[in-house]
């Protein structure tokens, strides 16, 4: 099955779709913009359940974030990695309940654009 997606227009991230589905579309809209009423029946019965979904940060916020942890990569000689190793990720926990710290590779895509 090909993959494809489109670009949110609110917040301007890409969201991956295959041809016969937009599950992920609408979990992107009901998790970032609080559009709970696209989602179908069945998400909405896993989302009450809490089994697939959880409550995310703005995405400005995580954006924020996000630079800040590849601005002390960058500025500490870090590994790219550092920010997932448990430790790192049970303290961000505690001070960002909701953030996940963005992986290896985007960190590299994001300093071939600095």
């Known amino acids: 099955m090909e993959s494809s997606g489109g670009t949110c227009m609110?917040?301007?991230?890409?969201v991956s779709t295959s041809q016969r589905s937009d599950a992920n579309l609408r979990t992107h809209l009901a998790n970032h913009h609080g559009m709970n009423q696209v989602l179908l029946p069945s998400q909405q019965k896993r989302k009450e359940n809490n089994t697939e979904y959880k409550e995310?940060?703005?995405?400005e916020?995580?954006?924020?974030?996000?630079?800040?942890?590849?601005?002390?990569?960058?500025?500490?000689?870090?590994?790219?990695?550092?920010?997932?190793?448990?430790?790192?990720r049970k303290f961000l926990k505690v001070v960002f309940p909701n953030y996940v710290p963005c992986c290896r590779k985007t960190i590299t895509k994001n300093l071939k654009n600095r």
């Open 61 to 88: 916020k995580k954006r924020k974030i996000d630079d800040e942890l590849i601005e002390c990569i960058i500025k500490d000689s870090r590994s790219f990695n550092d920010f997932e190793k448990p430790g790192m």
């Open 56 to 59: 995310t940060m703005p995405i």
């Open 10 to 14: 609110d917040c301007n991230i890409f």
